[in-house]
């Protein structure tokens, strides 16, 4: 869906990567991914490493991330910074 949407094509490379390695790093169909929309969570317990697997600096990663969640692809929980909710497009039909 995403990529069929054109959205893809609008990210930035720093987006693309990071975007790839939240999705990686979190939990599919998580007990606590009660949403019927909410595809995978996850969380950022170290942000060094997300830093290093995406190629992207620390700078970037709060840009890129905060630019994530601004762009509807990924949810933050405010209880808890970097638990995050990736969501997946629902059927039109």
Do not use: H, Q
């Amino acid at each position: 869906g995403m990529i069929m949407n054109c959205a893809w094509a609008k990210f930035t490379p720093s987006e693309k990567t990071l975007y790839i390695v939240l999705g990686l790093k979190a939990k599919i169909n998580s007990a606590r991914a009660i949403d019927e929309d909410c595809f995978a969570i996850g969380e950022v317990s170290d942000i060094k490493k997300y830093c290093k697997w995406a190629g992207i600096s620390r700078k970037s990663f709060y840009r890129v991330y905060a630019g994530l969640i601004k762009k509807l692809f990924i949810d933050e929980d405010f209880d808890r910074k970097y638990i995050y909710e990736i969501f997946i497009e629902k059927d039109p039909f």
